[in-house]
Nanobody, 127 residues
Framework: QLQLVESGGGLVQPGGSLRLSCAASEFTLDYYVIGWFRQAPGKEREGVSCFSMQTGRAYYADSVKGRFTMSRDNAENTVYLQMNSLGPEDTGVYYC????????????????????WGKGTQVTVSS
């Protein structure tokens, strides 16, 4: 079974940057779509972005568009989420997830279902 492990979270000041990693094991990510989600305290989980490893097609929620970028390292079987210009509203636990569904660019894709989830990494944006 595909296993996902997030890392790279931490405490950063407003305006700062972080790069999150989603490392996969047991199976290659080549045929998956990877999504990033976040959940702030007391709030519902929010879909942030997703990326097709096959086509390179990506989608970003309006709240992060222009600030967050997904990328991949095929050799490391890892997907990254580069987060720039971070603000307190970006605070939360960030999760990556994977699915074999075909992604054509629609925002509704983030609703799922997602078959595999990591355990999350905490991002705190505070001065």
């Amino acid at each position: 079974q595909l296993q996902l492990v997030e890392s790279g979270g931490g405490l950063v000041q407003p305006g700062g940057s972080l790069r999150l990693s989603c490392a996969a094991s047991e199976f290659t990510l080549d045929y998956y779509v990877i999504g990033w989600f976040r959940q702030a305290p007391g709030k519902e989980r929010e879909g942030v972005s997703c990326f097709s490893m096959q086509t390179g097609r990506a989608y970003y929620a309006d709240s992060v568009k222009g600030r967050f970028t997904m990328s991949r390292d095929n050799a490391e079987n890892t997907v990254y989420l580069q987060m720039n210009s971070l603000g307190p509203e970006d605070t939360g636990v960030y999760y990556c997830a994977a699915t074999r569904r075909n992604f054509y660019g629609s925002s509704s894709f983030l609703r799922g279902p997602w078959n595999y989830w990591g355990k999350g990494t905490q991002v705190t944006v505070s001065s």
